[in-house]
């Protein structure tokens, strides 16, 4: 049956399918904020208590495994592991609330979703005296942030290690999106960090986080903040300063110390660097500050501070405390990007940031009898490669740290007790429309909001749609108007005696050559032999007269036709020939395993966007090949006279996704299970 035989209704609601794919491929380009809104900051809840046995500090509560454990951490900015406190943690000799003073005990046999790894060394701030033996038994489990109920959301497979060591009192949660490398083990790429699932997921805008320690003497207890993908506008004045990353991924938050400064009720700005500028690392891990010993011998006579040799801190008597707090004494570290040059930014603590506690634990790593409930000053000593400015830096200094741009910046916080959460996000670099919070045209940029007009890619597809939907509209009509004419004209009688419809006239023999002989028995029209029929044309004799032919088609010989006989060649006054013609065409990451020699040991890690230093171990990245399946799509246009069938073109195949993250490289511990 011919197309144009349908129903125009049917015709326009087959057109509009066939076009419809590409319409709906072209408008889909276009942003829909409501079906698919962007992601936006995650706030991480504080947990409601200060602990710590060299604080207190604020922490913040996670839930492992399942069922759920509820532990507390403190954020690790240079970290990208789960470090908890395992069973064997306390001990009998412990007070009875060791478990409620270290966070809590994760049980990784009590979790079903638990898969262990092994025993290996955490090797983990060993720069700053931690033991290099120190391990843990390593394995990947859900993990959640908050308490129950909060909320959010559980991410699986994340790498958790439960240890026993002191030098961690407290777990720490590591937001870094570098991963870890479990040296002898070929882990696949399912064990991305904390952050880089977040990104992965479309949970959060970026790499990106905003975080300040809270301080325990501002307000009511003001807590720790952390936000992931964004940053809380509330808590901190923008300096306008941007900071870039170092080359080397394990101190990537450095910057430049260009002064220290002193003052109390008598002394103003009293100088506490005397041998100049120093490079250091932001590291929320340490505790405390770790200067270079000029500068620490300037604080000693400026707070009358007194090294104990036996436990390695400055401890502080009540009379000095109280000496201390009556003069009120400030220090103001300025901070800088370079060296000796370029805009810099003033972090000033007072001196309750300095009034620090030592509790139970402190000295058992060493031997040595528990200190509890000793006032202490919490910066250290330190040689060149120590360099570090802990939480007690960030109890007054709000970072903001974005490892797609690799650059952060370092702002002094304000303390508004009635000001209301401001989550702002930080655009991811393939966004667009986005404006900077770091006062830097290079650096991360803030918005929550996506394009609202068409790409041209956009608007390119759409007119395309329909130029060729009004095109195939405007053929329609004009089939169809065609159609409507020739059934209006008067059909031609076949029985009729008109000179239309007879034969030029001629001679036998001429109509002779011109139509074949029919070898046909003798026979006339008064002796039919043939069973009724309806075909009915006229036939030119050999005498120039001309009679009208009848062919029946029997009903009990369906293949055989009966006529009369003839001697004459026959020739139909009318006849249709349909051609029909058909055209068809057919269209981890990656982790790599490494001998280990049993010594911890931590591989330079190359960078988000350009390699480390030269000792780096070259990050392996994960590739996704998506290859598209053939696809077949036929339209049909038929007329009066042919008809043709095409096929569809199959999609380009997708193409690949890298991902180039840092790695840190871990050393087994006595795990003859490994092979």
């Known amino acids: 049956m011919s197309l144009l035989a349908l129903p125009s209704s049917l015709l326009v609601l087959l057109f509009s399918l066939v076009l419809q794919p590409s319409l709906t491929d072209a408008i889909s380009l276009r942003p829909n904020r409501r079906s698919t809104p962007a992601p936006q900051p995650l706030s991480f809840p504080p947990s409601t208590s200060f602990l710590g046995n060299d604080g207190p500090w604020s922490g913040f509560e996670l839930r492992l495994g399942t069922p759920p454990q509820n532990v507390d951490v403190f954020v690790a900015t240079t970290g990208s592991e789960t470090f908890v406190v395992g069973p064997g943690g306390c001990q009998p000799a412990d007070p009875s609330n060791c478990p409620l003073l270290r966070g809590n005990i994760f049980t990784p046999s009590e979790s079903s979703s638990w898969d262990f790894k092994g025993n290996y060394t955490l090797s983990f701030e060993t720069i700053l005296g931690f033991d290099p033996n120190d391990w843990g038994e390593y394995g990947f489990d859900d993990l959640a942030l908050g308490w129950q109920g909060s909320g959010l959301q559980t991410l699986h497979n994340q790498t958790i290690a439960s240890t026993t060591v002191v030098d961690f009192w407290v777990g720490i949660f590591g937001i870094s999106p570098y991963p870890t490398n479990l040296s002898g083990y070929n882990l696949d790429d399912s064990n991305p960090t904390y952050l880089q699932t977040l990104k992965d997921q479309d949970l959060i805008p970026s790499l990106t986080w905003g975080y300040t320690a809270g301080a325990q003497y501002r307000l009511k207890q003001a807590p720790a903040?952390?936000?992931?993908?964004?940053?809380?506008?509330?808590?901190?004045?923008?300096?306008?300063?941007?900071?870039?990353?170092?080359?080397?991924?394990?101190?990537?938050?450095?910057?430049?110390?260009?002064?220290?400064?002193?003052?109390?009720?008598?002394?103003?700005?009293?100088?506490?660097?005397?041998?100049?500028?120093?490079?250091?690392?932001?590291?929320?891990?340490?505790?405390?500050?770790?200067?270079?010993?000029?500068?620490?011998t300037a604080f000693e006579q400026a707070f009358g501070l007194t090294w104990n040799d036996t436990y390695g801190y400055y401890l502080v008597d009540d009379a000095l405390h109280n000496t201390l707090t009556a003069s009120n004494p400030n220090v103001t570290f300025t901070v800088a990007n370079d060296q000796g040059s370029g805009p810099t930014v003033n972090i000033t603590l007072p001196y309750a940031a300095f009034d620090k506690t030592l509790e139970y634990?402190?000295?058992?790593?060493?031997?040595?009898?528990?200190?509890?409930?000793?006032?202490?000053?919490?910066?250290?000593?330190?040689?060149?490669?120590?360099?570090?400015?802990?939480?007690?830096?960030?109890?007054?200094?709000?970072?903001?740290?974005?490892?797609?741009?690799?650059?952060?910046?370092?702002?002094?916080?304000?303390?508004?007790?009635?000001?209301?959460?401001?989550?702002?996000?930080?655009?991811?670099?393939?966004?667009?429309?986005?404006?900077?919070?770091?006062?830097?045209?290079?650096?991360?940029?803030?918005?929550?909001?996506?394009?609202?007009?068409?790409?041209?890619?956009?608007?390119?597809?759409?007119?395309?749609?329909?130029?060729?939907?009004?095109?195939?509209?405007?053929?329609?009509?004009?089939?169809?108007?065609?159609?409507?004419?020739?059934?209006?004209?008067?059909?031609?009688?076949?029985?009729?005696?008109?000179?239309?419809?007879?034969?030029?006239?001629?001679?036998?023999?001429?109509?002779?050559?011109?139509?074949?002989?029919?070898?046909?028995?003798?026979?006339?029209?008064?002796?039919?032999?043939?069973?009724?029929g309806s075909l009915a044309f006229p036939v030119q004799l050999a005498d120039g007269t001309t009679k009208l032919r009848i062919d029946y088609y029997g009903e009990d010989h369906q293949d055989e036709v009966h006529e009369l006989p003839a001697e004459l060649g026959m020739q139909r006054a009318s006849s249709r020939a349909i051609n029909r013609s058909r055209n068809s065409s057919g269209n981890g990451r990656h982790r790599s395993r490494h001998d280990s020699t049993g010594q911890g040991s931590v591989s330079n890690v190359s960078e988000l966007s350009s390699d480390g230093d030269t000792s780096a171990a070259t990050r392996p990245t994960v590739s996704h090949q998506r290859q598209a399946s053939d696809q077949s799509d036929t339209s049909r246009v038929s007329d009066l006279s042919s008809r043709v069938d095409g096929a569809g073109v199959p999609s380009p195949a997708g193409e690949q996704s890298p991902m180039t993250p840092g790695s840190r490289v871990m050393s087994p511990v006595d795990r003859p299970e490994l092979e």
Not at 408 to 427: H, K, R, Y
Not at 488 to 503: F, G, I, M, R, V
Request: hydrophobic content about 35%; charged content about 15%.
């Open 361 to 532: 634990g402190i000295g058992l790593s060493s031997g040595l009898p528990s200190l509890t409930s000793q006032r202490y000053f919490p910066l250290q000593r330190a040689n060149s490669s120590q360099y570090t400015l802990g939480k007690t830096f960030l109890q007054e200094g709000y970072i903001i740290t974005d490892y797609e741009r690799r650059n952060f910046s370092v702002s002094p916080c304000i303390w508004d007790e009635g000001a209301p959460q401001n989550l702002t996000s930080i655009c991811s670099t393939n966004a667009t429309g986005c404006t900077s919070p770091m006062g830097s045209g290079r650096s991360a940029t803030s918005t929550h909001h996506a394009s609202s007009g068409f790409g041209a890619g956009a608007i390119a597809g759409t007119v395309v749609g329909i130029l060729a939907l009004v095109s195939i509209l405007l053929l329609l009509v004009i089939c169809l108007r065609r159609r409507r004419r020739s059934k209006s004209e008067p059909k031609e009688d076949l029985t009729a005696s008109d000179s239309s419809c007879q034969p030029d006239p001629g001679t036998a023999e001429e109509v002779q050559q011109t139509h074949p002989l029919a070898t046909e028995l003798e026979g006339d029209f008064n002796h039919v032999v043939e069973m009724r």
């Open 225 to 296: 903040s952390l936000t992931l993908g964004g940053y809380d506008t509330s808590l901190f004045a923008p300096s306008g300063v941007s900071f870039d990353f170092a080359p080397d991924n394990n101190a990537d938050l450095s910057l430049w110390v260009q002064s220290i400064t002193y003052t109390n009720n008598t002394h103003k700005n009293m100088s506490l660097l005397p041998s100049g500028s120093f490079l250091t690392f932001i590291d929320s891990t340490a505790s405390a500050i770790w200067l270079p010993q000029p500068a620490c």
